[in-house]
């Protein structure tokens, strides 16, 4: 829902509110949005099943050179970085936006600064941060991230304890030097995933390059990136949700479908990821209640 809104509406970061619709041409324009859309499903396809279908229909073009000529376009395709490359347009359509940008750019990593925490700072940050937060830390961060881990990469143990572990530390090193709160994220892992990123060594070179940009430009990267067309942020977020949502596939029964659909719909409805939570862990239960009305024992609903 929030990437079609990013990409539908133009939006006003600071109140965090719509400002009315996009207009189709421009820099930031809907069409632009959907050229990029576009490129992705041509690059990306519909995810692995359909690869391995192409593959399959390849060896039996190969018999003349017309039908090699066509798997080597294919692979070639998919190779391309649909997402780095859309991401180095959009840098390159924030510079032409705000040209002033780079004369301001200074070299060089901003200055850290230690912040004291006052005792009414840590009694606010619990109670109107942490509290409403940390349903969804619990559900995107950690149970979401070790399942989708699970499912994508099967032969990789990730333990709920870990992932919890290294959030918490994230959490609390950062937030002496002013960090914004950060986790592993579902959807961030769904994304990388689904345009390419499938080893660790992705995720290394990715921080390599933050920290690099960091120490090189500072703050001076806040403002290019002010200037980067919202249109094409949502359509990269749009098919990192499509991916998270298509992992939903494996789902073996109507009871596990129901209790989905009710959890969606709900978080959706109500705006509210922790009541949408609480919803589906009810339903579960009352499933699992009528089985017991129904003479099953304790040991074959668990």
């Given at each position: 829902?929030?990437a079609?809104?990013?990409i539908?509406?133009?939006?006003n970061?600071?109140?965090?509110?719509s400002?009315?619709?996009?207009?189709?041409l421009?820099?930031d324009?809907?069409?632009?949005a959907?050229i990029?859309?576009?490129?992705?499903i041509?690059?990306?396809?519909?995810?692995?099943?359909?690869?391995?279908e192409?593959?399959r229909?390849?060896?039996?073009?190969?018999?003349?050179?017309?039908?090699?000529?066509r798997?080597?376009?294919?692979?070639?395709?998919?190779?391309?970085?649909?997402?780095?490359i859309i991401?180095?347009?959009?840098?390159?359509?924030?510079?032409?936006r705000g040209?002033?940008v780079v004369k301001?750019?200074?070299?060089?990593p901003?200055?850290?600064?230690?912040?004291?925490?006052?005792?009414?700072?840590?009694?606010?940050?619990?109670?109107k941060?942490t509290?409403?937060?940390?349903?969804?830390?619990?559900?995107?961060s950690?149970?979401?991230?070790?399942?989708?881990?699970?499912?994508?990469?099967?032969?990789k143990?990730?333990s709920?304890?870990?992932?919890?572990?290294?959030?918490g530390?994230?959490?609390?090193i950062?937030c002496?030097?002013?960090?914004?709160?950060?986790?592993?994220?579902?959807g961030?892992?769904a994304?990388?995933?689904?345009?390419?990123?499938r080893?660790g060594?992705?995720?290394?070179?990715?921080g390599?390059?933050?920290?690099?940009?960091g120490?090189?430009l500072?703050?001076?990267?806040?403002?290019?990136?002010q200037?980067?067309?919202?249109?094409v942020l949502g359509?990269?977020?749009?098919?990192?949700?499509?991916?998270?949502?298509?992992?939903?596939?494996?789902?073996?029964?109507?009871?596990?479908?129901?209790v989905m659909?009710?959890?969606?719909?709900?978080?959706?409805?109500g705006?509210s990821a922790a009541l949408g939570?609480?919803?589906?862990?009810v339903?579960?239960l009352?499933?699992?209640?009528?089985?017991?009305?129904?003479?099953?024992s304790?040991?074959?609903?668990?």
């Amino acid at each position: 829902m929030t990437a079609v809104k990013y990409i539908r509406n133009v939006q006003n970061f600071s109140k965090s509110k719509s400002a009315g619709e996009r207009p189709w041409l421009g820099l930031d324009g809907l069409i632009l949005a959907l050229i990029c859309a576009c490129f992705i499903i041509i690059v990306n396809g519909s995810g692995d099943n359909e690869n391995d279908e192409n593959d399959r229909e390849s060896d039996y073009e190969m018999s003349d050179a017309l039908g090699a000529k066509r798997r080597k376009l294919r692979k070639i395709i998919a190779s391309l970085p649909s997402a780095f490359i859309i991401f180095i347009l959009g840098v390159i359509l924030a510079i032409i936006r705000g040209p002033n940008v780079v004369k301001t750019f200074k070299f060089g990593p901003s200055s850290i600064e230690f912040i004291k925490i006052s005792k009414k700072s840590w009694k606010d940050g619990f109670i109107k941060g942490t509290i409403p937060q940390l349903p969804l830390s619990i559900l995107n961060s950690v149970i979401a991230v070790c399942k989708l881990s699970t499912d994508l990469f099967p032969e990789k143990d990730v333990s709920a304890t870990s992932v919890s572990v290294t959030v918490g530390l994230m959490n609390i090193i950062g937030c002496w030097f002013g960090a914004m709160p950060s986790c592993h994220g579902a959807g961030g892992l769904a994304g990388q995933y689904k345009f390419g990123g499938r080893s660790g060594g992705c995720v290394a070179l990715l921080g390599v390059a933050k920290l690099v940009l960091g120490l090189v430009l500072g703050t001076s990267l806040v403002k290019v990136l002010q200037q980067f067309p919202v249109g094409v942020l949502g359509v990269l977020l749009l098919f990192a949700g499509i991916e998270l949502a298509m992992c939903s596939r494996d789902m073996n029964s109507k009871e596990e479908s129901f209790v989905m659909l009710v959890c969606t719909t709900v978080s959706l409805v109500g705006s509210s990821a922790a009541l949408g939570f609480l919803c589906g862990i009810v339903v579960h239960l009352l499933l699992r209640v009528r089985k017991l009305g129904n003479g099953q024992s304790c040991t074959s609903i668990v």
